[in-house]
């Protein structure tokens, strides 16, 4: 009797188990971008989606006569996506899908890609990395980029891409004859456009040549400043999710902070949600320019 009964629980255990997963598995995040080539569409590019604990192929597309593609993932899970196309360098993205478990129904994710031509003579080895890492942000309740990993990210893309541009106006590459804007004038230092990031079902992963004379600003929550790294156990990780640290070097402190936005209202509205769980002294919004602690007052112009 008592070996039916541990059957009979093990069999419902397993039931309450799967439907959980079915469940997790029937919404999706879905996604529409248009690949490009400057002010080029792209055709015939391949985007192919992998699982990124298996490595296996979980879709493959193929972009139209305007360099659109659209295609589904399920949520729970981690994906790679790689666009390629003969004669142009790969570039490549990552997706984190999970989301709160009370999380229900489907998300959308809009996004342009710039691909360039291949020049032997140019080195792209930061290429193998993702050009930008995508998430659920738990605060506004959308798909969002990583915008820390984007900035340390561009700041070597963008010397790649200095590099490029001394290489096409020696006349190198595939398209050397297709007449290109003349950026040579521009300061590059890449950037997702402040437009762009409010809204996701516009976001871009904006790597283009164009838009690499911006620099991206982003405002975060502090919530403590210590002597000593906090543990990763301790109670400011059980109050709050995605915590990051940096260490200050003009204190020697370690300091942690929440939310990545592009824009200083949204970091407010954090900042006044925390309040009754941290400390005022404690709690205060900072900023970050291509990566690096700024003060406050430099981006004042971009609190508008």
Known sequence: MKKIFILLFLFSFSKVFSQAQDSAQKFSLDLKGQIKFGKQNLDSTTV????????????????????????????????VVKFTKPGYVTKIITIDTHVPKTSKGNYFFGFSIDLFEEIPELDVSVLKHPIAKIFFNTFTKKFDYDYNYTAKINERVKEMYRKYFLLKKEGKGIQAKVSQPDTAATPIAPRIPDTLVA??????????????????IIFSVQVLAVTQPASKN????????????????????????IGEFSNYEDAKKM??????????????IIVFKDGKRIPAREAIEFRK
């Open 48 to 79: 192919y989606v992998y699982d990124d604990t298996t490595s296996t192929i979980v879709t493959q597309i193929t972009s139209d006569v305007k360099g659109w593609v659209a295609f589904a993932i399920p949520l729970k899970r981690f994906f």
């Open 199 to 216: 809204d996701t079902s516009r976001m871009m992963v904006a790597d283009t040549a164009e838009k690499y004379h911006f620099s991206k």
């Open 234 to 257: 301790g109670k400011l990780f059980r109050q709050f999710k995605n915590v990051k640290d940096y260490k200050d070097k003009s204190d020697n402190l370690y300091k942690y902070y």
């Open 271 to 284: 900042l006044d949600s925390i309040r009754p769980q941290i400390p005022k002294a404690d709690a205060f």
